[in-house]
């Protein structure tokens, strides 16, 4: 698992398909903490002026930990996947995933402040 602490500008973490050209889902502040379309994801997490969060990328499978607040299937295109913030200038990760559908995972330790977030992504 790649583990790193960061702090998150506007408290939004995008896991996103490097090349994805259908743009960032909406995200309505006062619904759910995650919002998605079929190649991007939008977590909301604790503000970035209010503290770091720990984020954990994995590309196996595991244990749950936390609240899951997600669990569907993001399509991944030739590059792989992106983790990073919204809008990817403060912090961004690369992880090589296969082209396809990749089912994706996402755990909370609170869904309303996360501070902890898991994510798994998995193929088959």
């Known amino acids: 698992m790649d583990q790193f602490g960061v702090g998150v500008p506007w408290g939004l973490l995008r896991i996103e ?11 309505d502040p006062e619904g ?8 991007c994801v939008v977590v ?15 590309l196996d499978d595991g244990e749950d930990e ?9 399509r991944v295109l030739d590059d792989g996947i992106e983790v990073a913030d919204i ?13 396809g559908p ?4 996402i755990w909370l330790d609170n869904p309303e402040e996360a501070q902890r977030v898991r994510i798994r992504l998995t193929t088959e």
């Open 17 to 27: 398909s490097v090349g994805s050209t259908i743009g960032i889902p909406e995200k």
């Open 32 to 39: 759910s903490p995650v919002d998605s379309h079929e190649e």
């Open 44 to 58: 909301t997490v604790v503000h970035g002026d209010i503290g770091p969060v720990d984020v954990g990328v994995s």
């Open 66 to 74: 936390g609240t899951c607040v997600f669990d569907g299937v993001l």
């Open 87 to 99: 809008v990817g200038e403060d912090f961004r990760r690369h992880y090589p995933v296969p082209r």
């Open 102 to 105: 990749a089912r994706l995972r």
